[in-house]
């Protein structure tokens, strides 16, 4: 107990050390989710509120994540420090349950031969509970992470990949525990209940009863192929209750659900599971060598077309069939590092398949990347001799990547760090220059607003809001005729747009022409009924149109 309370202790110093710096960073992005959802918005912790924040938000499916941003608006309102906050925790929590995860791992009796009870390790190996720790730390300050933390919305995220963690462990420590059938019906039932918590927070933990059908396979059963036989049925059972379970995400129409999914995306879903491959990769090179240049929210990532275009998509699929081949082949030699592959190619699976998503996002990494810093650590054991040289080598490192993540972390700090960021290293990408030029206009830089918004306008003449955000700068600058042009622009391909129509009336109304303004709030009213800017510019509108015509023949 007091090995692992020292071990809780030195995790939380490191989180409090690398991830400091993002307590009074802003919203950003996404997290427009929390910000402009009024169910969130609680003055009370009664059940209707509770209810209302938990299930009428979006997305619907994840109740338990929306309930804890609730939950932080009840204690500090929009003050942000507070959801960092809860951010930090919850990273520190699951670096804690990864650390007590890898440890009983090694003593389980399938790598019963490679760890030994704790304290002692033969030929200077290291101890179990430190290549526990290890592994846990190099992953809890790795930058790639520093997109689940510094990002508030992506709590969904690691909020998930913490209750699955905790509900694995629990279920290991049911298997493993000789405390008795009391203490054992504890930790199932804290088994499940994580799961479930955990599948409230994020899709991606569809994977844990498999994941945890497989630890028992290759930890607890030695990968007796019996054993799969004869469970054949429960096995069964669980593959339908996840079928079940993917197909209820997906609504009553799956496949159109999917197929939605891909309006306005610039690639199809065979594009997507080709690009796929690519990013397996990618994701496994930002591993290796997470440099904070190499890290970023909006990667402009080439979509494959074939297999030949490009030709690494070819190389990528043989490299995913190699990687499979080599958890097949090391299955029984080297146990950790085949169910480690598993773990991160099949935690991949829900957002890096066919689901019409972005293509990159390094929040992913979060739940697949934890068992590789196991298999990591564990190979720097083998290969050093001395004990000190290991803890050098290993401490160093974290270290270094605890370096890189604070100075990742600097770039969430504001929006326009963050965008600016992305565009630098995304110049050819439209959205990060018009994000930019949205985080410019809110400091008041509206020039250089213009700037970043005419720079989309000619990379993609489709992107529709840049033409809305440039239209509003120049109605801000005094400049109405350019403004109208570029709202003409936008409802000629969109004009079903209530913004936009209110954004027209707002500079006709600044050229008196109040006529025709009248007629583009009413219709901003129309498609949007409960529009209040809306409705006031068109009451401001008929008054000034009254005034103007007041007294006039014919009138």
């Keep these: 107990m007091r090995n692992r309370i020292f071990c809780l202790l030195l995790l939380a110093f490191a989180v409090a050390v690398t991830y400091a710096n993002t307590l009074h960073g802003e919203f950003v992005f996404d997290d427009s989710r929390i910000y402009n959802n009024p169910a969130l918005r609680i003055t009370s912790l009664d059940w209707h509120s509770l209810a209302g924040a938990a299930l009428q938000s979006e997305p619907a499916t994840r109740p338990v994540a929306n309930l804890t941003f609730a939950l932080n608006y009840y204690l500090h309102g929009d ?43 033969p030929g ?26 510094a990002y508030v919305v992506q709590r969904m995220n690691s ?37 479930v918590l955990a599948m409230g927070c994020k899709e ?32 069964g059972l669980v593959v339908a209750v996840l079928a079940g379970l993917a197909l209820l995400m997906l609504g009553g129409h799956p496949v159109e659900r999917i197929l939605a999914g891909y309006q306005g995306r610039p690639f199809t879903p065979g594009q997507r599971l080709l690009t796929e491959l690519r990013v397996v990769f990618f994701y496994l090179s930002l591993l290796v060598f997470p440099h904070p240049s190499r890290l970023n929210l909006d990667h402009d990532f080439a979509v494959s ?14 490299g995913l069939l190699v990687l499979l081949g080599v958890a097949v082949w090391s299955a029984r030699r080297e146990r950790l590092l085949s169910f480690a592959i598993l773990w991160f190619l099949g935690n991949l699976l829900v957002e890096s398949s066919l689901l019409g998503l972005e293509l990159v996002f390094e929040h992913r990494l979060y739940l697949p990347a934890m068992l590789l810093f196991a298999v990591a650590v564990a190979g720097v054991d083998r290969l050093l001799s001395s004990r000190r040289a290991k803890a050098l080598l290993l401490v160093g490192l974290a270290v270094l990547l605890g370096l890189w993540t604070v100075e990742r972390n600097r770039v969430w700090h504001d929006r326009v760090s963050l965008w ?5 290293k995304s110049p050819g990408k439209a959205r990060p220059h018009n994000n930019l030029g949205v985080a410019l206009k809110r400091r008041g830089r509206l020039r250089e607003a213009a700037e970043q918004y005419r720079m989309v306008i000619a990379m993609d003449p ?10 509003n700068v120049l109605l801000e600058t005094g400049q109405p005729d350019q403004a109208l042009l570029y709202y003409g622009k936008a409802l000629d391909a969109v004009p079903d747009q209530p913004v936009i129509h209110n954004n027209m009336g707002k500079a006709l109304l600044a050229k008196h022409r109040y006529d025709r303004a009248m007629m583009h709030f009413a219709e901003a009213l129309r498609l949007k009924p409960d ?6 510019n068109l009451g401001r509108a008929r008054w000034l149109w009254r005034r103007a015509n007041e007294g006039q023949p014919g009138r």
């Design 159 to 195: 909020l998930a990949a913490m209750f699955y963690l905790v509900s694995l462990y629990c279920y290991v420590r049911c298997r493993l525990d000789p405390g008795g059938p009391a203490r054992c019906r504890f930790f199932f039932a804290a088994s499940g209940v994580a799961g």
């Design 462 to 471: 489709d992107f529709i809001e840049a033409y809305n955000n440039l239209g």
């Design 124 to 149: 200077g190996r290291l101890a179990p509970e430190w290549l526990a720790f290890f592994a846990a730390l190099l992953w809890l300050v790795h930058p790639v992470q520093s997109q689940s933390v």
């Design 420 to 424: 600016s960021d992305c565009v630098a």
């Design 79 to 121: 003050r942000v420090e507070g959801y960092h906050l809860v951010n930090i925790l919850i990273h520190l929590a699951t670096a804690f349950f990864l650390y007590l995860l890898i440890d009983v791992t090694l003593r389980t009796p399938a790598l019963a031969g490679q760890a030994t009870k704790a304290g002692r390790a």
């Design 305 to 318: 077309t074939s297999l030949l275009q490009p030709p690494t998509t070819l190389a990528a699929g043989v």
């Design 204 to 235: 991606i933990s569809i994977t844990l009863p498999l994941f945890i059908l497989l630890y028992e396979w290759y930890f607890l059963e030695d990968l007796d192929l019996g054993w799969l036989r004869r469970r054949a049925l429960p096995i």
């Design 531 to 536: 529009f209040a800017e809306a409705r006031e």
